[in-house]
């Protein structure tokens, strides 16, 4: 029983993930997790450096509140775009 509740629970926080994901790509036309490495450190704040930090912070902590050890793999992905 315990077991169903875990992963019904681990589900529904990898969806807001999800969804976080896709309205800071709706927000910034860029999706963090493939941007590839470096992107935010050539970014000027006049072209939009701020805005984008804040959409990477947000989809971070989407990430942290899902089980990270079955998804360091994205987490580490977003992590190397700062």
């Known amino acids: 029983m315990c077991v169903v509740q875990t992963q019904g629970r681990n589900i529904k926080l990898y ?3 999800l969804v976080q994901r896709v309205s800071s790509y ?3 036309k860029i999706d963090f997790v493939r941007a590839g490495e470096g992107r935010l450190t050539r970014l000027s704040v006049d072209k939009g450096l701020l ?3 804040e959409s990477v912070q947000d ?4 990430l942290l509140r899902c089980d990270v050890r079955q998804k ?5 992905s977003l992590l190397s775009v700062l």
């Open 59 to 62: 989809v971070i902590k989407g």
């Open 51 to 53: 805005r984008e930090t």
């Open 26 to 28: 709706a927000a910034t």
């Open 72 to 76: 360091t793999r994205s987490l580490a």
């Open 15 to 17: 969806a807001e993930y």
